[in-house]
């Protein structure tokens, strides 16, 4: 195939997420929640929106004009370990590896296999000829290359595994955002799109926010009061009521909505449920200490031409990659 017409097969895919009838959605996202109840409608919804938007031929352009795609004759076997916090998570690597003519070879994650099946499937019916470039398998032995995406015990085994060969191996990244006081209401609830969505479960959801004065978590509270009906679902109300009595018990100075505690902390990632914060004296030195902390996190939401917009961090342009790690350019290092 051509790289025209393997960018063509994504941009058709966006295309028919966006066109998907309600009958054939109202399925699929059936499936995908009775497989794993974190995946839930709104969710999938959210991940398939995203996708759609990712995939205009506006933005493959963009993203694609700086690399030189040709069609392969060598293509190599990519070993595709993906994981399953968040719906479709994996999807961007798979694109990057079927753009660059290689060969995907997926292990998938119990807890995303639906919906990636899915798109799978779709992307072949698009165009039949890129069957030969996916390949599903339990074991990921014996490729030329891989990229992994786990916790931070995970790399370890995956280091151990395929350091040897061409690799990416992403380990726990997570998500802060910085209130320099000036924040309108809306801010705020833009903020809770960061910090709810998919619960919290993803590396682009924000798990702490810097503020320069504790009078700002009242408003903040208030704002993302919007967001209460999230307590109603059984296993983010369970790690509340969790977190909330350990907090009790302990005795720990914390602030409580009724579906969201705020404590502070210097640590990064907080449990689901929890929205740790930490005050700032200047914006000096918390430029210092956030670059310091970088290898930990994805990405600073806020106000300021550096920062993600709020509301926007779960919906990056495909030029944005993961860990700042550009996938297209490793994997066509490897021809």
């Known amino acids: 195939m051509k790289p025209v017409e393997r ?7 966006g295309k028919a997420i966006q066109d998907l009838n309600s009958e054939d959605k109202d399925e699929l996202l059936w499936r995908a929640e009775n497989n794993n109840n974190w995946f839930t409608k709104h969710s999938v919804e959210s991940a398939l929106k995203g996708i759609s938007l990712m995939l205009s031929e506006e933005k493959m352009d963009a993203w694609l004009s700086i690399y030189d795609l040709k069609e392969v004759g060598n293509p190599q076997s990519i070993g595709l370990m993906m994981a399953g916090n968040i719906p479709a998570v994996g999807f961007h690597d798979l694109m990057c590896v079927i753009l660059s003519g290689h060969q995907a070879v ?5 807890t995303d296999e639906i919906l990636m099946k899915w798109i799978l499937k779709k992307l072949i019916e698009i165009d039949p000829r890129l069957e030969k470039q996916i390949r599903i398998e339990e074991m990921l032995k014996g490729m030329d290359a891989y990229i992994a ?3 931070d015990n995970s790399s370890r085994y995956f280091n151990y595994y395929f350091g040897k060969y061409p690799h990416v191996i992403r380990q726990n990244r997570t998500s802060v955002a910085v209130l320099t006081g000036e924040e309108t209401k809306e801010d705020y609830v833009n903020l809770g799109k960061d910090i709810f969505l998919y ?5 682009r959801n924000v798990s702490k ?3 320069k004065s504790k009078a700002q978590l009242q408003d903040l509270l208030g704002a993302l009061e919007v967001y209460a ?15 909330k009595s350990i907090y009790l018990v302990n005795l720990e100075d914390h602030l409580d909505n009724g579906f969201l505690l705020l404590k502070e902390s210097d640590a990064l990632v907080s449990p689901i449920s929890v929205l740790f914060y930490e005050v700032y004296e200047s914006e000096k030195l918390l430029s210092e200490k956030l670059q310091e902390l970088e290898p930990k996190i994805q990405c600073v939401v806020g106000n300021g031409a550096e920062r993600v917009p709020f509301g926007t961090a779960q919906n990056p342009e495909p030029w944005e990659y993961a860990d700042g790690v550009d996938t297209m350019a490793f994997l066509q290092e490897l021809f």
């Open 106 to 110: 997926i292990k998938l994650s119990s």
């Open 149 to 151: 995406t786990g916790s």
């Open 209 to 211: 926010i810097y503020i």
């Open 229 to 243: 009906p999230i307590a109603s679902h059984h296993k983010y109300h369970n790690n509340y009521d969790y977190n």
């Open 199 to 203: 619960y919290g479960l993803g590396c």
């Open 7 to 13: 960018i063509s097969a994504f941009v058709k895919l």
